[in-house]
């Protein structure tokens, strides 16, 4: 069959390492990272669990390096982990900021009849209540030429462009981009 999920984008965490999330039988699956939006879980690959279990204390300053998918029929965004390493004390804050992001919504009225405005209210609506409104720019566009697949919006994110996601997809993304 094949994997349902597609990759996004490159993963780039840093973070306070949490603790570990673990299935029934006590396997460390999970990573839990703070990071300033809020906790995420990242997947630890077999190959990187009994080191990581046993290098990593809770409160360390850590950065996950891996991948980050995207279930295109539920928008679910899961972060699978390549490699975890220990950087001791470097503040969050001193990080260089990040590119504004740009979503470009068709507004033709191919698009708004088929579900455009209610696309680009629920896309405001969730990046609002994600914080991330003032980290994006909004440009309604004219036609995408994509019309078999309406309503359009790309997403721009310095050099990278996703297209047909899903608002909380999009939020996902970008909050993993601003992170």
């Known amino acids: ?41 990242i997947k630890l690959p077999k190959e990187l669990r009994r080191s990581v279990g046993l290098s990593l204390v809770p409160g360390e300053q850590i950065r996950v390096c891996g991948i980050c998918k995207l279930n295109p029929h ?10 975890v390493k220990s950087i001791g004390v470097c ?11 740009k979503i470009m919504v068709c507004q033709k009225s191919g698009c708004l009849k088929r579900g455009g405005k209610g696309l680009l209210s629920e896309l405001e609506k969730t990046l609002c209540d994600r914080g991330l409104l003032d980290k994006v720019t909004i440009e309604h566009t004219g036609c995408q030429k994509r019309c078999s697949s309406a309503p359009n919006c790309v997403v721009r994110i310095g050099k990278k462009q996703y297209k047909k996601i899903h608002p909380e997809a999009i939020a996902s993304l970008l909050e993993n981009h601003f992170t």
């Not at 984008?9 to 840093?14: A, R, T, Y």
């Open 91 to 101: 503040p969050i804050e001193d990080l260089p900021t990040q590119p504004k992001a």
């Open 1 to 41: 069959m094949g994997d349902k999920y597609l990759t996004i984008s490159e993963l780039n965490i840093e973070g306070i390492f949490l603790g570990f999330v673990g299935d029934e039988s006590g396997k460390l699956k999970y990573l839990r990272v703070a990071i300033p939006s809020g906790d995420v879980e």
């Open 74 to 83: 539920t928008g679910q965004v899961k972060l699978k982990a390549h490699q």
